[in-house]
């Protein structure tokens, strides 16, 4: 139902569950869950960057890497937000050494689409480009293709700051098309 402010309610509860069990396997999945609603719910970035640093330093802890592309994601992306560059680069090169090898086009995916945003913030545009045209062809597989739309739309976002406005109007179609068909309606709208 994507409502975000009950799931945060849900989560700070659960929080405290975990907390009280001491069970930190399940409190980290959960920090990344609130790190991921919080901000969507009501804008706080900085209580959303906490709760994901939280969960990074229990999943060190503990020996934990799974779901660990996607807290680096959400680590990259709110360190991009807070124009803490140098935090973003840290935890790209940190994501990028435990991800190894990995031949999980799902993580390289959304980790690739995190650089690309950085590198665009940084308005490295030639650079972040690259870094999401390789996001898009990562997705290409039909269990991935709502998060092709994610970075169809960065691309297009990309071009348009480049002026390469036919391309990135292609791009941001694209990016509609998938997200219409699938009903997901914040990308939707912004493409």
Do not use: P
Not at 52 to 71: G, R, T, V
Not at 166 to 171: E, R, T, V, Y
């Amino acid at each position: 139902m994507r409502r975000y402010s009950a799931i945060v309610n849900c989560l700070l509860k659960a929080n405290d569950i975990w907390r009280v069990t001491n069970n930190k396997k399940k409190l980290a999945k959960n920090l990344i869950l609130l790190g991921t609603y919080y901000t969507v719910a009501n804008g706080d970035i900085k209580t959303a960057y906490a709760f994901l640093k939280e969960a990074l330093k229990i999943k060190d802890e503990i020996s934990d890497s799974e779901n660990i592309h996607e807290l680096y994601t959400n680590l990259i992306q709110k360190a991009n937000s807070e124009k803490d560059f140098v935090s973003a680069d840290r935890f790209i090169m940190e994501a990028r050494s435990r991800l190894g090898n990995t031949k999980d086009v799902f993580s390289l995916g959304r980790l690739t689409d995190a650089e690309g945003q950085v590198l665009m913030s940084k308005k490295k545009y030639a650079e972040a480009r690259e870094k999401f045209q390789e996001s898009v062809n990562h997705f290409n597989q039909d269990q991935n293709i709502i998060f092709k739309s994610y970075s169809l739309l960065n691309l297009s976002e990309c071009l348009k700051a480049m002026g390469w406005y036919d391309l990135a109007l292609k791009n941001a179609l694209l990016s509609y098309t998938i997200s219409n068909t699938l009903s997901w309606n914040d990308v939707k709208k912004s493409s």
